[in-house]
């Protein structure tokens, strides 16, 4: 039954992505869905977190501000007449230890402007970030530690 909810809902994410919710492209996203569901079978393990409503809504507070924020900030980076850019890539410690809160720490920090998950050391210890402005990387480390990386351990950290 969890499977079909799953694969329902990546079915409406389908048709809205392709902008088509014709019957031949649901059944066809539906059919995507279930074997994508299938291939990775044998990795989705149960993983229960205790509910925490408020640290939640406050790590997606956090996730909209940062957005915006980054968002103006590439914005006036380039539009500047001489960009003064310094990209570069640099090691982030990590203090969470799921996949989960990994895979998430790196989703939002590629989902802000100006920031790139690259890679995740082996060991699972070190995330490697690269950044538009990497002038100070011991400040982005520093962002990433005392914000989303906080509020993740915050919400989901049992």
Known sequence: MKFLAINIILTVIWGAISASFTPANLMLGFAVGALSLWLIRRELQPVTYPLRPLRLA??????????????TKVAILVMRER?????????????????????????????????????????????????????????????????????IREAFER
């Open 83 to 151: 960009m003064a850019l310094k990209p570069g890539i640099f090691a982030y410690p990590l203090t969470v230890r799921s996949d989960f809160e990994i895979t998430l720490l790196a989703n939002l920090i590629t989902l802000t402007p100006g920031t790139l998950s690259v890679d995740v050391s082996p060991d699972r210890k070190t995330l490697y970030v690269h950044a538009l402005d990497c002038a100070d990387p011991g400040a982005l480390r520093q962002d990433i530690a005392r914000g989303f990386e906080r509020r």
């Open 58 to 71: 406050l790590l997606i507070a956090l996730f909209f501000k940062e957005l915006a924020v980054s968002a």
